[in-house]
């Protein structure tokens, strides 16, 4: 017999993810494995404490870096305000402009589009460098918050920021998992 699972929609009820907003994402790796890359500590002044911390990027890390900056090149109507990319996921702000046009790029499209243009590339790379792994690098769909104000865009960027400075206390990292 086989099971069916049901995924919980986590998207606001009712809320139009096409029109104009500044959006919070979070898309995490299949399984939460840690393998966008590593997070190194660098010696730095006392009060440049979040700056100590580096990801020190996989190829497939790179890949994603290089497309996550290539989304406001895609949409003439899309802005990336701050993202960091952890060893297990990615968060980042995306802001939808209103446009001319009768509908801005809805948000799924744009997530999906970036996930799907990563897998494409990834597998290039393996094929080109005859690499044994799989390319399901992605855990279905993702999570978003709808950033409302300037004060909540204030604290999301800052805990973007300080995200990589806080990896040892981060639930997402797989050596806090019991």
Same mark, same amino acid.
């Given at each position: ?11 606001? *009820? ?17 399984? /939460? =494995? ?9 010696? !730095? ?36 305000? =701050? ?5 297990? /996921?990615? /968060? ?9 046009? !009768? ?5 799924? *499209? ?10 494409? =590339? ?10 044994? !792994? ?8 993702? /999570? ?11 604290? !999301? ?22």
């Amino acid at each position: 017999m086989t099971k069916t699972i049901t995924r919980k929609n986590n998207r606001l *009820k009712g809320y139009d993810y096409s029109k104009a907003g500044i959006y919070f994402i979070t898309i995490c790796a299949k399984d /939460h =494995e840690s393998i966008f890359g590593e997070i190194i500590s660098q010696p !730095v002044g006392d009060g440049l404490a979040p700056s100590r911390y580096k990801i020190k990027l996989t190829e497939l890390g790179q890949i994603i870096d290089a497309q996550w900056n290539d989304i406001s090149g895609q949409y003439n109507d899309v802005e990336i305000i =701050e993202y960091v990319i952890m060893p297990n /996921h990615i /968060h980042g702000i995306i802001k939808i402009r209103a446009t001319a046009r !009768v509908a801005p790029t809805g948000l799924g *499209k744009i997530i999906g589009s970036f996930k799907s243009k990563c897998v494409n =590339e990834y597998l290039q790379y393996i094929k080109n460098n005859e690499i044994n !792994v799989f390319a399901d690098i992605w855990q279905k769909n993702y /999570h978003d918050h709808v950033i409302r104000t300037s004060t909540s865009l204030k604290q !999301v960027c800052k805990y973007i920021r300080t995200n990589l400075s806080t990896w040892s206390s981060d639930t997402e990292n797989p050596k806090n998992k019991n």
